[in-house]
């Protein structure tokens, strides 16, 4: 037996452990995607994304933003170069990472909710991969499903309105929604799609700090797309800038300046005029 010990017999020796986990959850080492064989939506991205932090993505319209996140959920495999999402390459083929899929939560821009049920059967969705299709078409959750939800829905402040249909609330209750039914998946991993696109100032910060309390009491990795560099930076640990499909900066906040963590060809003129143009 080889003792992961030092001096001190006290700690596990190597047979004695379960799994090895890794501090990057995310990688992705020059990664290029194409839906058409020829043109390239993203080229050479390579980043890291480290466990329970909040990570932003932030570009135009056009860029390659959303593809990034379908690379990461395997419903897009990249043309060149690999993606591991926490040991695997997503791959909807691959049996062990459509186990793992129940563990990532995925916003999409539409926010893929069901207009004409009941808020709490919204929710109720997130809870599919434990509970099963034929149960779930029926309405047959257990108690326990059922109370889950409506803890989520509170924590969420949608409490009172479990049960009014999802087309009858506003845009930033939606999006509320589309968050709660996240949760409910028990994701490890949360991956939302322009979230607080098209709402007002006041709305989008609210969506904003509900992730962020969410990432922080159930201990996840949130992946989020923007347009909007100033509210990467004020949310997020890291920001991943793409531009034509390259990602041309990574930036973070320190105290009260901007920090650079990829060195390139941009100067320090052009990463404010980035910042002053959001």
Do not use: C
Not at 220 to 247: F, S
Not at 258 to 269: E, H, K
């Amino acid at each position: 037996m080889i003792s992961l010990s030092r001096g001190n017999s006290h700690h596990q020796s190597f047979s004695s452990l379960s799994n090895i986990t890794t501090r990057t959850i995310i990688q992705m080492n020059d990664v290029w995607a194409s839906y058409d064989g020829k043109n390239y939506v993203l080229k050479e991205i390579t980043l890291s994304i480290i466990r329970g932090t909040n990570y932003a993505i932030v570009g135009p319209s056009g860029s390659g933003k959303s593809t990034l996140l379908r690379l990461i959920n395997g419903m897009m495999r990249p043309s060149k170069g690999q993606v591991k999402v926490d040991y695997e390459n997503p791959n909807t083929n691959n049996k062990q990472f459509k186990l793992a899929m129940a563990k990532i939560g995925y916003i999409p821009q539409n926010l893929g909710l069901v207009r004409n049920i009941t808020v709490l059967d919204n929710v109720l969705i997130g809870a599919l991969p434990r509970v099963g299709k034929f149960k779930s078409f029926f309405k047959i959750f257990p108690d326990n499903e059922t109370s889950e939800a409506e803890k989520i829905l509170k924590l969420v402040g949608l409490e009172d309105k479990a049960e009014r249909k999802t087309y009858m609330l506003s845009g930033g209750e939606k999006r509320r929604v589309a968050i709660a039914r996240a949760l409910m998946q028990k994701p490890v991993l949360l991956l939302a799609d322009e979230i607080v696109s098209e709402l007002d100032h006041v709305t989008a910060r609210e969506i904003m700090d509900l992730v962020v309390n969410a990432k922080r009491r159930f201990n996840l990795t949130a992946i989020m797309v923007h347009h909007d560099i100033k509210l990467g930076l004020e949310y997020a640990d890291r920001v991943a800038v793409i531009k034509e499909g390259q990602k041309i900066l990574e930036l973070g906040v320190e105290g009260d300046k901007i920090v650079d963590f990829q060195t390139g060809n941009i100067s320090q003129q052009e990463i404010m005029e980035l910042y002053s143009e959001s």
